[in-house]
């Protein structure tokens, strides 16, 4: 099986583990029913000793089923009952069964095998159970082997068992194809879902998500984490003035510059129109500032140019961190509160203010209450 690689893929994983061991039970139980009736049959014909041998593998069956509620442990589940059908199926072969009818039970073994293993086992497992077959038919006088067959009962077993075979190996490798598309499709899905489509940056619902983990990391284990809720400067301007594109790709750039800058562990998105959110997890409220600053200061030195002319593009921010508010939507007012100081201040700058911001940013543009 391929490595789980994301979380469509892991839950599919899970989804068809979980799947398959309540196929497990089931088919556990059906097939001690069967050898409790089939085994009666026998020692009812007076043939004890088969009967016996039948009903031992029910013992078996009930201490893998066993071993399994007391572990969960699927896997070995799987290769448990694997092995002991397996077994099961070459005493049928080896002893007939009743009336030379004992290797018709292995019909039933091809589509449990692929089901339960991956195609590589599950054929592995297949030519080694033939190998056991072809020894028997071949070598009737073997210890153990008590049954005969007719060379016309060998070849039809073995061209059907190939061609059930083959039909379930190619049934279960179509099955697999359309379940790794499925998850791919499903993972295109959660990334879009969760995706700006214009910045490729988180969108606000991912964000939402993300900063509720992150508060209850936080609830939890005490890890602080700060935001800086950003937005571009007189953005309405640039639109006006040079139109939507380039107002897009002023954006879009915005984005990449703010990746640069972020470490990998912090998540950016976008929060709204022009306005962009980042979560900052560890960060203490001076840390976000100063990382806050150096943005600003990217931004202000960084020439986004259109047609040879360099646009006015600068940004504000207001940062909080979940110490000073207490809950998320302290946070969030209080970022946007600390935002809309930076705005009315002066616009170019991070609020609230450090030491090394005293300064005021050169050319910072006319006072615009921020909506
Ligand atoms: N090009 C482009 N513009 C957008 C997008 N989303 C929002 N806007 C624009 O962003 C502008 C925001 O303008 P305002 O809210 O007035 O703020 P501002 O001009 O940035 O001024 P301040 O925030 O006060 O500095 C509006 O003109 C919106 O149309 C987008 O996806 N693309």
Same mark, same amino acid.
């Given at each position: 099986?391929?490595?789980?690689?994301?979380?469509?893929?892991?839950?599919?994983?899970?989804?068809?583990?979980?799947?398959?061991?309540?196929?497990?039970?089931?088919?556990?139980?059906?097939?001690?029913? #069967?050898? *409790?009736?089939?085994?009666?049959?026998?020692? &009812?014909? !007076?043939?004890? +000793?088969?009967?016996? %041998? =039948?009903?031992?593998?029910?013992?078996?069956?009930?201490?893998?089923?066993?071993?399994?509620?007391?572990?969960?442990?699927?896997?070995?589940?799987?290769?448990?009952?694997?092995?002991?059908?397996?077994?099961?199926?070459?005493?049928?072969?080896?002893?007939?069964?009743?009336?030379?009818?004992?290797?018709?039970? #292995?019909? *039933?073994?091809?589509?449990?095998?692929?089901? &339960?293993? !991956?195609?590589? +086992?599950?054929?592995? %497992? =297949?030519?080694?159970?033939?190998?056991?077959?072809?020894?028997?038919?071949?070598?009737?006088?073997?210890?153990?082997?008590?049954?005969?067959?007719?060379?016309?009962?060998?070849?039809?077993?073995?061209?059907?068992?190939?061609?059930?075979?083959?039909?379930?190996?190619?049934?279960?490798?179509?099955?697999?194809?359309?379940?790794?598309?499925?998850?791919?499709?499903?993972?295109?899905?959660?990334?879009?879902?969760?995706?700006?489509? =214009?910045?490729?940056?988180?969108?606000?619902?991912?964000?939402?998500?993300?900063?509720?983990?992150?508060?209850?990391?936080?609830?939890?284990?005490?890890?602080?984490?700060?935001?800086?809720?950003?937005?571009?400067?007189?953005?309405?301007?640039?639109?006006?003035?040079?139109?939507?594109?380039?107002?897009?790709?002023?954006?879009?750039?915005?984005?990449?510059?703010?990746?640069?800058?972020?470490?990998?562990?912090?998540?950016?998105?976008?929060?709204?129109?022009?306005?962009?959110?980042?979560?900052?997890?560890?960060?203490?409220?001076?840390?976000?500032?100063?990382?806050?600053?150096?943005?600003?200061?990217?931004?202000?030195?960084?020439?986004?140019?259109?047609?040879?002319?360099?646009?006015?593009?600068?940004?504000?921010?207001?940062?909080?961190?979940?110490?000073?508010?207490?809950?998320?939507?302290?946070?969030?007012?209080?970022?946007?509160?600390?935002?809309?100081?930076?705005?009315?201040?002066?616009?170019?700058?991070?609020?609230?203010?450090?030491?090394?911001?005293?300064?005021?940013?050169?050319?910072?543009?006319?006072?615009?209450?921020?909506?």
């Amino acid at each position: 099986m391929s490595q789980p690689n994301s979380s469509s893929q892991i839950a599919a994983d899970e989804r068809e583990d979980a799947q398959a061991s309540r196929l497990l039970t089931w088919l556990s139980a059906t097939a001690i029913a #069967f050898l *409790v009736g089939i085994g009666a049959k026998a020692w &009812l014909a !007076d043939h004890t +000793t088969h009967a016996w %041998v =039948l009903w031992s593998f029910i013992g078996l069956i009930g201490l893998n089923m066993l071993y399994f509620a007391k572990t969960r442990n699927r896997n070995r589940q799987k290769g448990g009952l694997i092995v002991i059908v397996g077994l099961l199926f070459t005493y049928l072969i080896a002893s007939g069964g009743e009336s030379n009818t004992g290797p018709l039970w #292995f019909y *039933v073994f091809p589509p449990l095998l692929f089901y &339960l293993t !991956d195609l590589k +086992t599950g054929t592995a %497992v =297949l030519l080694f159970c033939y190998l056991i077959a072809a020894v028997v038919f071949q070598f009737p006088g073997l210890p153990m082997v008590a049954a005969e067959y007719s060379m016309d009962f060998k070849i039809r077993f073995f061209a059907t068992l190939t061609f059930e075979s083959i039909f379930c190996f190619v049934l279960e490798a179509s099955r697999l194809k359309a379940r790794n598309e499925l998850v791919i499709l499903a993972e295109t899905h959660e990334h879009a879902a969760r995706t700006d489509e =214009l910045t490729g940056l988180s969108n606000r619902r991912d964000m939402q998500d993300r900063l509720a983990m992150e508060f209850s990391r936080y609830q939890r284990s005490g890890h602080h984490f700060s935001v800086a809720l950003i937005d571009l400067d007189l953005f309405k301007a640039i639109n006006d003035q040079y139109g939507h594109n380039v107002g897009d790709e002023v954006l879009r750039e915005f984005s990449e510059l703010m990746k640069t800058v972020i470490r990998q562990t912090d998540v950016a998105a976008r929060w709204g129109g022009e306005e962009f959110l980042v979560l900052l997890p560890d960060t203490s409220l001076l840390q976000a500032l100063t990382l806050a600053e150096r943005l600003r200061s990217k931004v202000a030195r960084q020439p986004f140019r259109f047609r040879g002319q360099n646009l006015p593009v600068t940004m504000s921010a207001g940062v909080c961190s979940i110490a000073m508010a207490g809950s998320l939507d302290a946070l969030l007012k209080q970022a946007d509160v600390n935002l809309y100081t930076a705005k009315e201040s002066g616009r170019n700058r991070i609020a609230p203010r450090v030491r090394s911001q005293e300064t005021d940013p050169p050319g910072a543009p006319p006072v615009k209450p921020h909506s």
